[in-house]
């Protein structure tokens, strides 16, 4: 990025700190926690069964016991196996201990943490957002269209969950903010040369827009990845006006190429002429030649030749 187009503090705009970060969370392999739920399960299931064969028999204070304490196992069971929780790749989990934060699952696969807290499942993919087209001024008044599109991806899930209501419109509220901002700080076309323009320097306008969007989404968790232009051009009402001046450039521009090639080209003739003396000019000899070289080199149609039976005095 160039010192030009590096915004600098003042430009970017302030978030606020995050009051949260994230870290992981306190758990273990789902399959350990899945086998131990379904031993106790059976077991309860089992103690039940036989405190119900005690009491038909007879034995109905210790078959009593096995059954109370068969159901409290079967209840503990259930109970813990609801701290399962299947985490696929791209995905984690934010877990919350009765409003608390206790922080977030990213490997993947069947883990388990305390059941009485709350899981919320985040995705960690890398998505994209386009923004419609947006109708704005550009840094000269002139009203202009552009779209873009934005790479990104959640980095801190606890900021992405507690910093901002929704982190998906968040990021999509702000992307069209930063490119109507950066939209009206530059002219679709410099009439400077050295100035910055929309559409002669969009890998310089496309870094500045990263880097405000940076800014900007940094406070939900999320990191840009790239963005990019898609759509550029003047709004309907004066896209006609502004191509025909972009053509009167183009016809100058070509004009003044050609002047300064045929100019070169009759004062090469001209030394050449002098140098080799095969035949002396005076000065309105020389005017007329640099003249008729002039017309035939830089007219736009085929020169028509003119026979002089005479001098050039007569």
């Not at 077991?43 to 409290?72: F, M």
Request: charged residues 20%.
């Amino acid at each position: 990025m160039s010192d030009e187009t590096k915004p600098t503090a003042g430009d970017l705009p302030e978030m606020p700190v995050p009051r949260v970060r994230e870290t992981p969370a306190r758990s273990v392999p789902g399959g350990l926690a899945l086998l131990l739920g379904l031993l106790g399960l059976l077991a309860g299931v089992g103690g039940v069964l036989a405190g119900a064969g005690l009491v038909s028999g007879g034995s109905g204070g210790g078959g009593g016991v096995l059954i109370v304490l068969g159901v409290l196992l079967v209840i503990g069971s259930i109970f813990a196996m609801a701290g399962l929780n299947m985490v696929a790749p791209g995905e984690a989990r934010v877990v919350q201990l009765f409003g608390r934060y206790t922080g977030t699952v990213r490997q993947d696969g069947l883990r388990w943490v305390n059941p009485l807290t709350t899981r919320t499942k985040i995705s960690t993919r890398v998505r994209n957002h386009e923004t419609a087209v947006l109708k704005v001024n550009d840094a000269y008044g002139n009203p202009v269209e552009l779209a873009a599109v934005v790479v990104w991806q959640v980095e801190d899930t606890a900021q992405a969950t507690f910093e901002v209501d929704d982190f998906v419109e968040f990021v999509s509220t702000q992307t069209e903010a930063a490119v109507r901002h950066i939209a009206i700080e530059y002219p679709y076309d410099a009439h400077d040369e050295n100035g910055l323009s929309l559409r002669g320097n969009a890998e310089e306008i496309t870094e500045k827009l990263a880097a405000e969007l940076t800014a900007r989404v940094r406070a939900a968790g999320v990191r840009i990845i790239e963005s990019r232009f898609t759509h550029l051009a003047y709004a309907p009402e004066i896209a006609a006006a502004m191509l025909q001046r972009q053509q009167a450039g183009a016809v100058v521009a070509a004009r003044r190429t050609i002047v300064e090639g045929a100019c070169g080209m009759v004062e090469d003739a001209v030394a050449r002429i002098a140098a080799q003396d095969f035949v002396e000019l005076d000065e309105e000899r020389k005017a007329a030649m640099v003249s008729n070289l002039l017309v035939v080199l830089c007219g736009d149609r085929s020169p028509q030749p003119v026979l002089n039976a005479g001098s050039l005095y007569q």
